[in-house]
């Protein structure tokens, strides 16, 4: 008896199945997949994004920018204060570098945004160093910019962070220099002596003006190297070939180049803080060409003026 009041039960929802089959295949505006934009969904970081296997990659690309959390909501999160100086804005050195992993090209343009919002040149530098992960064009016309348009006198490096501040725009135009050709290009003009005489607006204090060029240069080739380009290597080893007196003055800056270019080539140019570089390079110079360029560079030091 109870199977034959079961059995209209069973006949209607037979029924009721096979009249919605037949409504999804006449409406296609409530079908999970069409014939075109065919995408499959699937959980990406405790969100979900599309696969697409059509051409809606604009939309899945304009969906993950729109969904992203703004960089200063982020930073905020992560426990970052600004105007820190050289200091660390982060609670450690550590968790600076896994925040700078998250970054990506879109968020270049919040980032020049705070970049500029602090007046102190000192300030801007914890945001050089986030640049160096996803900067590209827009990241190196905003540090050469500023390094053009410096025209105060900087007070001695142990005393003004600004000064510091300076070189490190150069410095950290080595890694952009991967992804902009406009700092590469750059670095290249900006890696001879004669470039800052003509272009240089800023005045340094007294005992260190009539070698700022030099250091300014010097900077600019541990960039280049730091970028990995070929074309550092060649310009180091063109300049250890001149006569002695002059090499001697830019020994210490080509080692350290050296140092830079081997670096990059391990993908390190970007990943190691200040103290980890250090260990890297005593590590370094027990190396063949660690030691053979510090051998050359003890040489040239030794030299009599």
């Known amino acids: 008896m109870k199977r034959q009041y079961w059995l209209p039960v069973f006949a209607l929802g037979l029924i009721w199945i096979i009249y919605l089959l037949l409504q999804r295949r006449t409406n296609p505006n409530d079908a999970a997949v069409s014939d075109r934009g065919a995408s499959t969904m699937v959980a990406l970081s405790g969100g979900a994004r599309f ?110 962070e600004n000064y510091d501040a300076l070189h490190v725009c150069l410095y950290e135009l080595g890694p952009i220099s991967t992804r902009s050709e406009i700092a590469r290009q750059f670095l290249g003009e900006a890696a001879d002596e004669e470039y800052w005489k003509l272009n240089r607006q800023h005045t340094v204090t007294d005992y260190i003006e009539p070698h700022e060029n030099r250091y300014l240069a010097s900077e600019a080739i541990k960039a280049l190297a730091r970028g990995g380009h070929p074309e ?3 310009l180091i080893n063109t300049m250890r070939q001149w006569e002695p007196q002059r ?38 110079k027990k190396t063949d060409t660690g030691r053979k360029w510090n051998q050359w560079a003890d040489e040239m030091l030794m030299l009599a003026d």
């Open 51 to 160: 696969v697409v296997n059509s051409n809606n990659a604009d939309k899945v690309s304009e969906s993950r920018t729109n969904s992203r959390v703004d960089l200063k909501t982020r930073l905020a999160s992560a426990g970052f204060r600004s105007g820190t100086g050289f200091q660390c804005g982060f609670e450690n050195p550590s968790k600076e570098w896994k925040f700078v992993q998250t970054l990506l090209p879109e968020d270049e343009g919040e980032l020049l945004t705070l970049f500029h919002a602090q007046s102190a040149l000192s300030n801007r530098v914890q945001y050089m160093r986030m640049m160096i992960q996803c900067g590209g064009d827009k990241s190196a016309l905003a540090l050469i910019n500023t390094i053009k348009s410096q025209k105060e006198k900087f007070k001695s490096p142990d005393i003004d």
């Open 232 to 234: 550092a290597m060649e």
């Open 247 to 284: 090499a001697k003055l830019w020994a210490g800056a080509l080692v350290d180049a050296v140092f830079e270019y081997e670096m990059a080539g391990r993908g390190y140019s970007v990943k190691l803080s200040f103290i980890d570089s250090f260990m890297e390079f005593q590590g370094w």
